[in-house]
């Protein structure tokens, strides 16, 4: 550890804004705040890079690519300088939490200013590498975990569809009824307690404060003080779905209190409650384009 020593981004690196994307179509990828967002045939990066998101909902996401790449105008392209481990430090500014530098309320905003003056732990090159190699292999194998859920998700949609999609395509079978879902189902909303109000450091008094864009977070990226909370608490075995920015995005074992871009959304009769039920009805292709269609 006596070769360790703490410096900032801009001595190790370069920072570069990215641009408009290109629209004609391709095999590149086009990456902006929260990695992947189309293809195309321009690159305007290559090789390691990482990417940053800058602005708005996504602001201090960071993602790592190895490869031809188009960074977008909502992003910042993060290119080392001299001999580092780009995987090291992706890994760094994944755990420096960047959005707690955030600036600007109605529009979060990264700038490559803020970016320079960020503080790392860097170790010889040898040893980021070893490093690097270790927390990639746990996220190879946590991939792995993902696909395999997805795998069972796919299983579990193919069942629901047998089950209560298919038998009514040529009307209903006898003793069923239909029902909309807002005679079913409460949809929750939750709070908005403005930015003035978040916390980056959690205490006794306070609880996590879930957005849209953290919905798909384990961890905890703001906090608000409890007395702020009102009725918006989701426990664990909780639905939720986003009414605003990512619309339609579909969520289930966090615990806090919810944003007003988030509905909880739950039955007071006990068959309908099940989370399992839930989650598939508001993830099927039926519900989610009919939440897309209704967005304004």
């Not at 003793?175 to 409460?186: A, M, N, P, S």
Request: overall charge negative; some cysteine.
């Amino acid at each position: 550890m006596s070769e360790w020593k703490e410096i900032e981004l801009e001595r190790i690196v370069n920072f570069y804004n990215g641009k408009k994307r290109p629209y004609i179509k391709g095999n590149i990828p086009v990456f902006g705040g929260n990695g992947i967002l189309d293809y195309c045939n321009s690159f305007n990066s290559q090789g390691e890079s990482i990417i940053i998101g800058r602005v708005g909902e996504y602001c201090g996401n960071v993602n790592y690519y190895n490869g031809f790449c188009w960074i977008s105008d909502n992003a910042i392209l993060v290119k080392a300088k001299e001999e580092l481990n780009v995987k090291y430090l992706y890994y760094c500014l994944i755990n420096v939490k960047l959005r707690e530098f955030q600036v600007g309320s109605s529009q979060p905003l990264i700038t490559q200013e803020i970016l320079k003056n960020i503080i790392i732990l860097l170790p010889p090159l040898q040893e980021q590498k070893a490093i690097a190699e270790v927390l990639s292999s746990i996220d190879d194998k946590i991939e792995l975990l993902h696909r395999q859920n997805k795998t069972l998700e796919k299983m579990a949609m193919t069942l629901f569809r047998q089950w209560f999609i298919e038998p009514i395509r040529d009307g209903l079978p006898e003793g069923w009824e239909e029902k909309k879902l807002k005679d079913v189902y409460i949809f929750e909303k939750g709070i908005e307690p403005g930015s003035k109000n978040y916390l980056e450091t959690p205490s006794v008094d306070t609880i996590r404060f879930i957005r849209v864009g953290d919905m798909l977070d384990n961890k905890a990226n703001v906090y608000i003080q409890k007395d702020l909370v009102g009725n918006s608490i989701c426990r664990f075995d909780d639905l939720l779905v986003s009414f605003d920015g990512t619309i339609g995005r579909v969520s289930f074992g966090i615990e806090g209190c919810y944003s007003s871009g988030i509905r909880k959304i739950y039955s007071e009769d006990e068959i309908y409650n099940k989370l399992w039920l839930k989650h598939q009805i508001f993830i099927s292709e039926e519900i989610q384009d009919e939440i897309n269609m209704h967005v304004y």
